[in-house]
C-alpha cells in the first residue's frame, strides 16, 4: 500500500543553523501539507502545496520557513534560522484532491527536529 | 473558523469493554471529519472520516463513529476494546473553503487494562 515517507527520522541541530526536512507523499497525490506537533500541544497547520505554489499558510509558517517540490517526487520543508521552539515533531502529509470523495490526508512517519 | 473540542484527556478502560471517545466541532460551512489514531512513535493512521454521506461511518479495527449536526458531535465508538487500541485519538476538522487544512483536537489518550 502506498505510503507517505519522511527522512530524517530524527534531526538534531543548533540554534541559528539551516534544516532541510524531506517527505516523499504517494505519487499520485496532488496536494501537500506540513503539519508540526511541539511536544504536549496539538497538531498545528503550518502550509499546504498545490501545483507548486503555497495555497495556505498558518500564522506560525514565517519568513524563517520554506517549502519547495524540487522534483516530481519530494516534497521539502526547510526552517532557515533554527530557533529553540522550532524543536517539534514535524509532519508531512498528502491528499489526492479536495474534494470529499478523496481529501483525506495521509501522513508520513514524522521528523523530530531538536534544536540546542 | 474551524475548531475541535475532545471532552476527555485521557480514557481508560478494560479489555472487552466498550470505547467512546467524544469530540465536538465548530465549523462555518459544512466541513469533513475524520478520527486519527497515533501509536506511540508512530505517524498519524487515518481510522474513518465522514463527508456528508451516511452520518454513521465506519472505519478500519471495528471503529465507528456517528456524525450528529444538531449536536455538533463526531463521537468514535468501538463495541469491545482490545489491548492493541491503547493509543492517543485525534478528531479532526476540515473545510473545502479553509484550503482543507486540518484542525485537529487536542486528543485523546486511551489507555486499556488487562
Redesign the interface.
Known amino acids: 500500500e502506498p505510503e507517505?515517507t519522511q527522512t530524517p527520522s530524527h534531526q538534531v541541530t543548533q540554534m541559528g543553523q539551516e534544516v532541510i526536512l524531506r517527505c516523499v507523499p504517494i505519487s499520485n497525490h496532488l496536494?501537500f501539507?506540513w503539519?508540526r506537533q511541539i511536544l504536549g500541544q496539538?497538531?498545528?497547520?503550518l502550509v499546504?502545496f498545490y501545483n507548486n505554489e503555497i495555497?495556505?499558510k498558518?500564522e506560525i509558517f514565517d519568513d524563517q520557513f520554506s517549502v519547495e517540490r524540487p522534483d516530481g517526487s519530494n516534497f521539502t520543508l526547510k526552517i532557515r534560522s533554527t530557533k529553540l521552539e522550532d524543536s517539534a515533531m514535524y509532519?508531512c502529509?498528502s491528499?489526492r484532491s479536495?474534494?470529499?470523495?478523496y481529501?483525506?490526508?495521509?501522513?508520513?512517519?514524522?521528523t523530530r527536529l531538536t534544536v540546542l | 473558523a474551524q475548531s475541535v473540542t475532545q471532552l476527555d484527556s485521557h480514557v481508560s478502560v478494560s479489555e472487552g469493554t466498550p470505547v467512546l471517545l467524544r469530540c465536538n466541532y465548530s465549523s462555518s460551512y459544512s466541513p469533513s471529519l475524520f478520527w486519527y489514531v497515533q501509536h506511540p512513535n508512530k505517524g498519524l493512521q487515518l481510522l474513518l472520516k465522514y463527508t456528508s454521506a451516511a452520518t454513521l461511518v465506519k472505519g478500519i479495527n471495528g471503529f465507528e463513529a456517528e456524525f450528529k449536526k444538531s449536536e455538533t458531535s463526531f463521537h468514535l465508538t468501538k463495541p469491545s476494546a482490545h489491548m492493541s487500541d491503547a493509543a492517543e485519538y485525534f478528531c479532526v476538522v476540515s473545510e473545502k473553503a479553509a484550503g482543507n487544512k486540518l484542525t485537529f483536537g487536542g486528543g485523546t489518550r486511551v489507555l486499556v487494562k488487562p
Do not use: I, L
Open positions: 507517505v496536494y501539507y503539519y496539538k497538531v498545528e497547520f499546504s495555497s495556505e498558518s509532519f502529509a491528499s479536495r474534494d470529499r470523495a481529501n483525506e490526508q495521509f501522513f508520513g512517519p514524522g
